[in-house]
């Protein structure tokens, strides 16, 4: 359990879902994890939960000023970052008035998800990218989404800013290789995982195990993911296992993209 031995990791996003699993992953295999999100409540306590190799600071990640205060406070008590993980994103319909389809787009929606989906990865690369160049194998994890692949007609803000998370990572590959950084960058492109995200779709009670079922059905593995699949997939590409892996877009969906979102014929 040391395949981030020694290693010092942000996980952004952390208080729940797919940052929380990354969060307990990395600290379960030896990294020393700086938990962060905008839910400071729920941040400290994933923080706590994970002992000694945890710590808490709030960062909201579309606003630079939270960055240049965290990339300070990293700077000052570990002189370096290995592991960035921009994890932190919104679908938008929570916390938009909308809405969200290409006709009748809200723009200032539009720009509020994008402000925190993309702008909040590209001033967490650069943010990183300074603090990582003193690292002997650092490693950006972006976590975009299957929705950054396909069309998501009532999502167009959501889908749009994460297809863009996709072409920014590997910019950002591309650009640390030219600059013979020895910092990879990767995205995580996660599908009908099981997290709070889904919870508005869902529902409660039985109305909720029905739902699951339904959306199960469509998978080609005939189950919803868990936020510890997409956690296993962060622990390889932040790992030194994947040192001659950089710019690639890694699916963890079920199968859903490998074609079809129809669970195959029996």
């Known amino acids: 359990m040391s395949r981030l031995k020694g290693?010092?990791?942000?996980?952004?996003?952390?208080?729940?879902?797919?940052?929380?699993?990354?969060?307990?992953?990395?600290?379960?295999?030896?990294?020393?994890?700086?938990?962060?999100?905008?839910?400071?409540?729920?941040?400290?306590?994933?923080?706590?939960?994970?002992?000694?190799?945890a710590e808490y600071i709030s960062l909201d990640v579309g606003v630079e000023s939270d960055w240049e205060k965290v990339s300070e406070h990293i700077?000052?008590?570990y002189g370096q970052l290995d592991i960035l993980v921009n994890n932190a994103g919104i679908t938008g319909f929570f916390e938009t008035s909308?809405?969200?389809?290409?006709?009748?787009?809200?723009?200032?929606?539009?720009?509020?998800?994008?402000?925190t989906n993309l702008d909040g990865v590209a001033l967490g690369c650069k943010y990183a990218i300074a603090l990582m160049k003193k690292s002997n194998a650092a490693?950006?994890?972006?976590?975009?989404?299957?929705?950054?692949?396909?069309?998501?007609?009532?999502?167009?803000a959501?889908?749009?800013?994460?297809?863009?998370?996709?072409?920014?990572?590997?910019?950002?590959?591309?650009?640390?290789?030219?600059?013979s950084y020895k910092i990879r960058c990767n995205?995580?492109?996660?599908?009908?995982?099981?997290?709070?995200?889904?919870?508005?779709?869902?529902?409660?009670?039985?109305?909720?195990?029905?739902?699951?079922?339904?959306?199960?059905?469509?998978?080609?593995?005939?189950?919803?993911?868990e936020p510890d699949d997409v956690a296993y997939a962060a622990v390889y590409l932040a790992s030194d296992e994947s040192k001659y892996i950089t710019g690639i877009e890694l699916n963890i969906d079920?199968?859903?993209?490998?074609?079809?979102?129809a669970a195959p014929t029996r």
């Open 187 to 225: 995205s995580i492109h996660p599908g009908a995982i099981l997290t709070p995200m889904w919870d508005a779709m869902l529902g409660d009670g039985e109305a909720r195990i029905e739902a699951i079922k339904t959306v199960a059905a469509d998978v080609p593995l005939q189950t919803m993911g």
């Open 75 to 77: 700077l000052n008590a």
């Open 98 to 115: 909308g809405p969200h389809d290409p006709e009748n787009l809200d723009l200032e929606s539009w720009h509020k998800v994008h402000q």
């Open 158 to 179: 959501y889908a749009s800013s994460k297809a863009a998370v996709r072409n920014h990572s590997k910019s950002v590959a591309l650009y640390c290789a030219e600059q």
């Open 139 to 156: 490693s950006i994890v972006n976590i975009s989404s299957r929705s950054g692949i396909v069309g998501i007609p009532g999502a167009a």
């Open 7 to 53: 290693k010092i990791a942000l996980v952004t996003g952390a208080a729940r879902g797919i940052g929380q699993a990354v969060a307990e992953m990395f600290v379960a295999q030896g990294a020393r994890v700086i938990v962060s999100d905008i839910n400071n409540q729920e941040g400290k306590i994933v923080a706590r939960s994970l002992g000694e190799n």
């Open 254 to 261: 079920g199968g859903i993209l490998a074609g079809s979102s």
